[in-house]
């Protein structure tokens, strides 16, 4: 069974697109990266699937059990880290971190304190005294005090220092090696490799990719750069994409038989010739574009 499902979601708001046709699953013991620019759709998918709004159409599961019907039963076992975190401005972190645990059964005190000097937190701060960051902080214990299965973290390390952002990718691959499933959004491709085993790309509302990072690195694409007197329309073929001519260079993605490209070469005189695999990130900037 899956820890999340996702079948043919579908929000808008209003007139508004939010997400079209959303389709997905997570395993259990993932890292899931959910990477997508500005107004994808990452935080509206998340919000769904904890049932804090609804959806237009489709439908969505966590722990096989529908995210709408059984949101209060789902949201016990599941830790949520919100893009922004607001708080009651006068509370100390203590006390708003206790208050957040008494929602969950069991006594989270030990873990509380744990989390915290783990991450540089000060439990006696009032929470108006404190940094973006250290605010950050504060959702990051309070997302993971109660011990969920799952764990929904939206673009997470805005605010934190590299120090900071290596601790809670410490803490989070320390959570999955106890079995925790771990969804993460993020716009920032680097932390996405570093953490996640498989990752969806989502653009304007919909899921344009889903594979291991790794197999997305060795999918087909090659980066092709061709040197000489050469009309960049000569390589206006099926498989190409970012075709770009410049200084005498003509480059472009590739993916297909490369040996309909190594015809294109020899049909002309060129000066030089390379065909490399492009990095993730050319590789994202594609899929972006
Ligand atoms: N409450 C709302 N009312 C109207 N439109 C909304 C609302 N929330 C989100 N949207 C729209 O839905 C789309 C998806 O937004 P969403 O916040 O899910 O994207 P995102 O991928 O999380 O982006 P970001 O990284 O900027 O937070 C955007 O076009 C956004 O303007």
Do not use: W
């Not at 540089?120 to 969920?148: A, T």
């Not at 809670?168 to 490799?193: A, C, K, M, W």
């Not at 190409?240 to 200084?247: A, K, Q, R, W």
């Amino acid at each position: 069974m899956s820890v999340i499902e996702v079948n043919h979601l579908t929000k808008y708001y209003g007139k508004s697109r939010g997400i079209n046709d959303v389709s997905f699953k997570v395993e259990e013991g993932e890292i899931f990266g959910f990477i997508g620019p500005n107004g994808a759709g990452k935080s509206t998918t998340i919000r769904l699937l904890l049932g804090l709004i609804y959806p237009t159409s489709g439908s969505a599961s966590i722990f096989g059990k529908d995210c709408i019907a059984f949101g209060p039963e789902i949201r016990k076992d599941i830790g949520y880290l919100p893009s922004e975190v607001f708080y009651y401005d006068r509370m100390k972190v203590k006390d708003l971190l206790n208050y957040s645990a008494s929602f969950y059964p069991g006594d989270h005190k030990a873990r509380m304190h744990e989390l915290s000097e783990l991450m540089g937190l000060e439990l006696e701060r009032k929470i108006e005294d404190l940094s973006y960051g250290n605010r950050k902080k504060v959702g990051i214990v309070q997302g993971l005090l109660h011990r969920p299965k799952l764990l929904f973290l939206d673009e997470p390390t805005s605010g934190l220092d590299p120090l900071m952002q290596r601790k809670f990718f410490d803490l989070i691959r320390d959570e999955n090696r106890r079995g925790v499933t771990v969804f993460f959004s993020s716009h920032i491709l680097g932390e996405v490799q570093r953490l996640c085993n498989r990752v969806a790309i989502i653009k304007e509302g919909r899921i344009i990719k889903i594979d291991d990072i790794r197999t997305l690195q060795k999918d087909n694409y090659k980066k092709v750069q061709v040197a000489g007197e050469i009309e960049a329309s000569c390589f206006d073929l099926p498989g190409v994409t970012n075709l770009e001519h410049s200084d005498g260079l003509v480059r472009f993605l590739y993916n297909g038989d490369i040996n309909v490209v190594m015809r294109r070469i020899a049909e002309n005189t060129v000066a030089d010739v390379t065909i490399e695999e492009p990095s993730l990130e050319e590789i994202f900037m594609h899929y972006y574009e």
